[in-house]
C-alpha cells in the first residue's frame, strides 16, 4: 500500500492487511515539558515520532501506546501528551487505547487521559475494530515498578476471551511476558505469568503487544507472538555487555503492525533524521502497476546480464 495516497498496490501472492495498527511505547511525559533525567528531551522526540507517524500511513486501525505515558504519574504530564496525540490521531481517524505502565499513576491517568473518575481501579478496555478485538490489560502495580496481574483482571479477560471475534485478538500490556537477556529487568518482569498462559492458550489471541524494556524484542508466549516496541524517549544500548547496558538518545522508534488473515507482521520504524534515496516513489509504483506479472518480474527481478 502507498503511504502517500493510500493506492493498494498488489504485485505477490499477499492481498493488503486487513488492519493496520500503530503501536508506541513509553513516552515517559513530565510536568512542563521537563527533560526526563535532565537530559532526554521526551516531548521533542515525541514529536519526531507523531510526525512519521503521520506519513506511515493515511488511516491506521488505532494507536496503541504501551504504557509508562507519564514518567512520574503527573497530571500535567498526562494532559501535554494528550494534547499532542489527540490532534493526529483525529486526522488520521484513529482510536487511541492508553496502556497503564509501572511509571504511570492511575488516578492521574484515569482523569487526565480517559476523563474517568480518578481512582485506584485498573486502566482495562476492550476495542472492536472492524472484527479486530483489541484488550488493553493493566499490569502496573502501584507503589512499584514490577509487573502483576490479579485475579480480577485474569477473570474478566477469560470471560472477554469466551467468545471469539471475527479476525482475532490482540493484547496490549506494558509488562511483556517474554524473558529478557538483561538481568536488571528480571527484578521487573510480570508475575502470574503461568495463569495468563492458561487463558491465551487456545483462545483468538494472535498477538501480545507490550513495552517496559525500551528496546525491541520478539518472542513467544504460550504459543502466541510477543512483539515489544522499542521507546520513544530513549533507548537501551543492547550494544553493550548485558550488565552494562544503558540509555541513549539515539535509536527511538515504533511499529506499524499489518494483521493479515493467516499472518501478523510488526516492523521497527525508526525515528531519525538521514538522507535517503530517491529511487522507489508513487511512479515507480504506477509504472510497476501497468506491467503484467511477468513484466514486473523482468523488470525489477531480472539481474543486469543475466
Not at 477469560?158 to 471475534?165: D, R
Not at 502470574?192 to 513495552?211: K, P, T
Request: negative net charge.
Amino acid at each position: 500500500m502507498s503511504a502517500g495516497t493510500g493506492t493498494p498496490y498488489v504485485f505477490g501472492r499477499h492481498e493488503p492487511a486487513s488492519h493496520v495498527l500503530i503501536h508506541v511505547s513509553d513516552p515517559h511525559f513530565l510536568a512542563g515539558g521537563a527533560r526526563l533525567g535532565g537530559r532526554y528531551d521526551v516531548e521533542e522526540s515525541f514529536a519526531r515520532t507523531l510526525e512519521a507517524i503521520r506519513t506511515v500511513h493515511p488511516h491506521p486501525t488505532a494507536i496503541v501506546v504501551t504504557g509508562d505515558l507519564a514518567d512520574l504519574g503527573e497530571p500535567d504530564a498526562y494532559r501535554r501528551l494528550r494534547a499532542a496525540v489527540e490532534p493526529v490521531a483525529e486526522a488520521l481517524r484513529a482510536p487511541v487505547i492508553w496502556v497503564a505502565g509501572n511509571h504511570d499513576e492511575r488516578p492521574a491517568l484515569r482523569e487526565g487521559l480517559l476523563d474517568l473518575t480518578p481512582t485506584e481501579e485498573p486502566v482495562t478496555g476492550v476495542w472492536n475494530v472492524d472484527g479486530l478485538r483489541l484488550i488493553a490489560l493493566d499490569t502496573s502495580v502501584p507503589g512499584w515498578h514490577h509487573g502483576d496481574l490479579d485475579d480480577g483482571q485474569l477473570a474478566w479477560l477469560a470471560e472477554v476471551l469466551a467468545e471469539p471475534a471475527p479476525h482475532g485478538t490482540l493484547l496490549a500490556m506494558h509488562h511483556p511476558p517474554i524473558p529478557s537477556h538483561l538481568p536488571l529487568f528480571d527484578i521487573l518482569e510480570l508475575r502470574h505469568q503461568d495463569e495468563l498462559a492458561d487463558i491465551v492458550r487456545g483462545s483468538d489471541v494472535r498477538g501480545i503487544l507490550a513495552g517496559h524494556l525500551h528496546y525491541s524484542s520478539h518472542g513467544l508466549f504460550a504459543g502466541v507472538p510477543v512483539s515489544v516496541a522499542s521507546a520513544t524517549c530513549y533507548t537501551m544500548n543492547v550494544a553493550r555487555p548485558s550488565a552494562e547496558v544503558n540509555g541513549m538518545d539515539a535509536a527511538q522508534a515504533f511499529q506499524i503492525v499489518h494483521v493479515y488473515p493467516d499472518t501478523i507482521t510488526h516492523t521497527v520504524v525508526p525515528v531519525t533524521e538521514a538522507p535517503t534515496g530517491d529511487y522507489f516513489s508513487e511512479a515507480w509504483l504506477e509504472r510497476m502497476a501497468k506491467l503484467s506479472p511477468e513484466g514486473r518480474l523482468e523488470a525489477f527481478s531480472r539481474k543486469p546480464g543475466r
